[in-house]
């Protein structure tokens, strides 16, 4: 039997795609003390608007893995550029908290089309059983690739030009993903007879009955708080908390002068260690129970960020915290994508799978928003790190009693 290569038109097109739409959508915490400044803001107002645009993404998302499947790929992808290039555009020349924050609504609808919810669907249906989690694994990889480039190229257009016109830019970059759409076409899903004759709101009602998919969504919920807080806010955070850069240092010489650059390469280091990481967990996923390996990386995610806020923040302490939270970083995507495929099916993989990513984006928009809010009432970001200590813990445990394997077609899980 000939093997079915791992590298696909498809894959390479979805990777591009989610690489693009990542490395805009990881800087905008570099954007946070800018804007603030301009204006005049508290900190809470822009943390604001990039929690509404979790929020956003979250809801998002299960309408465009619908549109996706019940239209087209490529006219949910198209949607999602336009939602995405729009809200950059009018955001340049937004100058009221309001504003900003009703804008990145429409970029978090935008993030929704052109992200993870739309592509890994894609992906899966044109994967072979055998690729399929490694196939996830590289997608999701993209966008840590994205998040590399993502904030210390934010950094330095900030030096070379005002951040309109750096939002202006990325608009542009948002729209030229449009042209590798031609070379994205994925093949119907393969699917067994009764899935594909099981109309979208039978499998939304079967899997509302399932336990597994309640206790899925809860668990996805940590991961977005974790990840949105410290995209946000982490430059800042660094910027202001760090330790300064010893003269003559080997960070010093390597270019990094300042605590605000610091911040921008902890994001990009965060993104670098996590391309291991995930890939590491597509392999994992392919020979072990996914619901073992997401409980560990939760447990880990605990483990680093606790002892993390409890050292001294030095730029020893940074690095090291980017790398260990680098590596655990977006490793549930793909197991919780596959782990979704595995149980219902690939039939209606986009709609569950944005379902289930609606409660990350919960996740994140409590996330964004607390580490703004708190920071303003007491200064610092201490409660809100706990907070995700807490909800962390919480995921590993609830990933435990799930039942990995294929539910029936009739009903609940057999």
Same mark, same amino acid.
């Given at each position: 039997?000939?093997?079915?290569?791992?590298? /696909?038109?498809? #894959?390479?097109?979805?990777?591009?795609?989610?690489?693009?739409?990542? =490395?805009?959508?990881?800087?905008?915490?570099?954007?946070?003390?800018?804007?603030?400044?301009?204006?005049?803001?508290?900190?809470?107002?822009?943390s604001l608007a990039i929690a509404l645009q979790n929020l956003a993404w979250g809801i998002g998302q299960p309408i465009f893995g619908?549109?996706?499947?019940?239209?087209?790929?490529?006219?949910?992808?198209?949607?999602?550029?336009? &939602?995405?290039?729009?809200?950059?555009?009018?955001?340049?020349?937004?100058?009221?908290?309001?504003?900003?924050?009703?804008?990145?609504?429409?970029?978090?609808?935008?993030?929704?089309?052109?992200?993870?919810?739309?592509?890994?669907?894609?992906?899966?249906?044109?994967?072979?059983?055998e690729n399929r989690s490694m196939s996830l694994a590289i997608a999701t990889a993209a966008?840590?690739?994205?998040?590399i480039f993502g904030a210390p190229m934010a950094e330095w257009m900030l030096s070379h030009m005002p951040w309109q016109q750096v939002f202006v830019v990325f608009s542009v970059m948002i729209l030229a993903t449009l042209l590798l759409l031609p070379f994205m076409r994925a093949p119907a899903p393969m699917a067994?007879?009764?899935?594909?004759?099981?109309?979208?709101?039978?499998?939304? #009602?079967?899997?509302?009955?399932?336990?597994?998919?309640?206790?899925?969504?809860?668990?996805?919920?940590? &991961?977005?708080?974790?990840?949105?807080?410290? /995209?946000?806010?982490?430059?800042?955070?660094? /910027?202001?908390?760090? =330790?300064?850069?010893?003269?003559g240092g080997m960070l010093y010489n390597l270019g990094i002068t300042s605590t605000s650059a610091l911040g921008a390469i902890a994001i990009s280091l965060i993104g670098l260690a996590n391309v291991a990481g995930t890939l590491t967990a597509g392999w994992l996923g392919q020979r072990y129970t996914k619901k073992y390996l997401l409980a560990g990386i939760y447990t880990l995610r605990t483990i680093v960020a606790g002892v993390f806020i409890l050292m001294p923040i030095t730029p020893g302490s940074v690095l090291l915290?980017?790398?260990?939270?680098?590596?655990?970083?977006?490793?549930?995507?793909?197991?919780t994508s596959g782990l979704i495929a595995h149980i219902y099916g690939l039939r209606y993989m986009g709609t569950l799978y944005g379902i289930v990513f609606l409660s990350h984006q919960i996740g994140g928009f409590f996330g964004v928003w607390l580490g703004g809010k708190m920071y303003d009432i007491y200064g610092d970001y201490t409660l809100v790190w706990w907070i995700g200590v807490g909800v962390g813990a919480?995921?590993?445990?609830?990933h435990l009693p799930i039942r990995e394997n294929r539910t029936g077609q009739a009903g609940l899980p057999a």
């Amino acid at each position: 039997m000939t093997k079915t290569p791992l590298f /696909t038109p498809v #894959l390479i097109v979805g990777c591009v795609i989610i690489l693009v739409t990542f =490395s805009v959508r990881a800087s905008f915490g570099v954007f946070q003390i800018p804007i603030a400044e301009e204006f005049g803001w508290p900190r809470s107002y822009f943390s604001l608007a990039i929690a509404l645009q979790n929020l956003a993404w979250g809801i998002g998302q299960p309408i465009f893995g619908a549109i996706a499947e019940k239209i087209g790929d490529r006219v949910a992808i198209i949607l999602g550029a336009l &939602c995405y290039a729009a809200g950059l555009l009018l955001s340049s020349v937004a100058t009221t908290p309001e504003a900003h924050q009703m804008l990145e609504v429409l970029v978090g609808f935008g993030i929704a089309g052109t992200g993870f919810g739309v592509i890994l669907a894609v992906v899966g249906r044109a994967s072979s059983d055998e690729n399929r989690s490694m196939s996830l694994a590289i997608a999701t990889a993209a966008g840590s690739a994205g998040q590399i480039f993502g904030a210390p190229m934010a950094e330095w257009m900030l030096s070379h030009m005002p951040w309109q016109q750096v939002f202006v830019v990325f608009s542009v970059m948002i729209l030229a993903t449009l042209l590798l759409l031609p070379f994205m076409r994925a093949p119907a899903p393969m699917a067994s007879r009764t899935e594909l004759e099981e109309s979208l709101g039978g499998m939304l #009602l079967r899997a509302a009955k399932d336990p597994s998919f309640a206790m899925i969504f809860l668990g996805f919920f940590s &991961c977005g708080y974790q990840l949105a807080f410290i /995209t946000a806010h982490f430059p800042a955070f660094v /910027t202001e908390l760090c =330790s300064p850069i010893a003269d003559g240092g080997m960070l010093y010489n390597l270019g990094i002068t300042s605590t605000s650059a610091l911040g921008a390469i902890a994001i990009s280091l965060i993104g670098l260690a996590n391309v291991a990481g995930t890939l590491t967990a597509g392999w994992l996923g392919q020979r072990y129970t996914k619901k073992y390996l997401l409980a560990g990386i939760y447990t880990l995610r605990t483990i680093v960020a606790g002892v993390f806020i409890l050292m001294p923040i030095t730029p020893g302490s940074v690095l090291l915290f980017s790398v260990l939270m680098g590596a655990l970083w977006l490793a549930t995507v793909p197991l919780t994508s596959g782990l979704i495929a595995h149980i219902y099916g690939l039939r209606y993989m986009g709609t569950l799978y944005g379902i289930v990513f609606l409660s990350h984006q919960i996740g994140g928009f409590f996330g964004v928003w607390l580490g703004g809010k708190m920071y303003d009432i007491y200064g610092d970001y201490t409660l809100v790190w706990w907070i995700g200590v807490g909800v962390g813990a919480f995921s590993a445990l609830i990933h435990l009693p799930i039942r990995e394997n294929r539910t029936g077609q009739a009903g609940l899980p057999a």
